[in-house]
């Protein structure tokens, strides 16, 4: 018969994390350091018997600053003493923390290969599945059924651990991947990594820790299958949501037991300015409207009111609990000839696209303000030719 096991499971730490940096540049330095102080106060007091950590612990692949590798040592030292602590590598993370690897005691599991590992002192064996990338996988194998050739790839992966499954311990799956069925965020690429489906993961896995989608999501058959969110919210595709981990229990006979811990360090919020309002007037009403330490915007504004003028004030617009960090235009809407109903135009203006493909690249804010003059320019132009 099996121990009951507690096992605190999370994901997507990204510290050194620069958020909106091509409108209005913020560390989060200082909330990870909360999120992270919670976690760990968390885990002593819930007594765990195992932390998961199903990848992107880091936010940079190449070049982590100093004070960020030391919160992330330290953290993993602090938690270290509670519990073994297992981490998955993911897409955005420090390869070369496996050199520091002697720095940390043996129950720190830092994990980049798909090789099972029978936790000491825990009656658990974690099948690794860290972030793995089409190009990687595939080489130069390219075609319409790329997806399927990289899930059969995997699919044999894990029939090759049905040996290392054992009736006297919990099988879990560690992974830093899309599930198919529970991608519900933009990032998400099918031509750049493996999407797998719910039925590709083998049912005798007691749990999956997974990691890589930023949001809660789970599915609890035909395997239990649970993304924590991220450890801060850190895209408004978010909005509204918080970090999170998961405290999960499992006990032999018994359905398992999860439950979504959330960290209120900060918050996201969509703000629409769609009528001729002055300065003062739209801070007091988003003053009214903040709650609890901080929030961040992104405020939107009418394009028939738009003006750079307008939207570099709004940029630097801050409260006592809030700051606006994203300033967007909603697209006038357009009527097809013929017809009394207006047809919205696609949600992402040109300009829009343009601002978060210089985001994606780390190109300067300047950049993006001169492409949007000139943007503006062409359409007046136009419409007096």
């Known amino acids: 018969m099996k121990k009951r096991v ?18 209005r540049e913020i560390d989060r330095e200082e909330e990870q350091r909360e999120a992270l102080e919670e976690l760990v106060e968390v885990a002593k007091r819930e007594k765990v018997d195992l932390v998961i950590h199903a990848g992107d612990l880091f936010h940079s692949s190449h070049h982590p600053d100093k004070k960020t590798i030391k919160l992330a040592m330290d953290t993993i030292l602090r938690l270290v003493d509670i519990a073994p602590f297992v981490w998955v590598m993911g897409n955005h993370d420090w390869y070369a923390i496996e050199g520091l690897q002697k720095v940390f005691p043996p129950q720190a599991y830092i994990i980049r290969d798909y090789v099972p590992r029978k936790i000491e002192g825990v009656p658990v064996t974690v099948f690794p599945l860290p972030y793995m990338s089409l190009a990687r996988l595939l080489g130069d194998c390219r075609g319409e ?18 040996r290392d499954f054992f009736p006297d311990r919990w099988n879990i799956l560690v992974a830093h991947i899309t599930i198919e069925e529970l991608a519900r965020y933009a990032e998400a690429n099918p031509n750049r990594e493996v999407f797998l489906k719910r039925a590709d993961i083998p049912s005798a896995f007691s749990y999956g820790a997974l990691g890589h989608l930023h949001t809660f999501s789970f599915s609890r058959t035909p395997t239990p299958l649970y993304y924590p969110s991220s450890l801060v919210v850190d895209s408004f595709e978010h909005t509204g949501k918080e970090g999170s981990f998961l405290l999960v229990e499992l006990e032999e006979g018994r359905e398992n037991k999860v439950e979504p811990y959330f960290l209120s360090t900060a918050r996201l919020w969509d703000w629409e300015v769609r009528e001729e ?13 903040m709650k609890g330490r901080r929030n961040y915007i992104r405020l939107r504004i009418e394009e028939d009111l738009y003006t750079p003028t307008l939207a570099n004030k709004l940029k630097t617009m801050e409260g006592e609990n809030w700051q606006v960090v994203v300033v967007e235009v909603i697209p006038r809407e357009k009527k097809e000839v013929g017809q009394e ?23 300067s804010e300047e950049v993006v303000k001169l492409f949007y003059h000139y943007y503006r320019e062409a359409g007046e132009i136009s419409e007096t030719s």
């Not at 109903?341 to 190109?363: A, G, H, K, M, T």
């Open 6 to 23: 507690k096992i605190l499971h999370t994901a997507d730490w990204h510290l050194g994390l620069v958020s909106w940096k091509t409108h």
């Open 145 to 162: 059924n790329i997806q399927d050739q990289a899930r059969e790839l995997l699919r044999q992966e894990m029939r090759e651990w049905e």
């Open 277 to 289: 309002k002055g300065i003062e007037e739209i801070h007091e009403e988003i003053s009214q409207n």
């Open 341 to 363: 109903e207006s047809l919205p135009v696609n949600e992402d203006s040109i300009p829009q696209l343009f601002s978060r493909y210089c985001e994606e690249q780390n190109i």
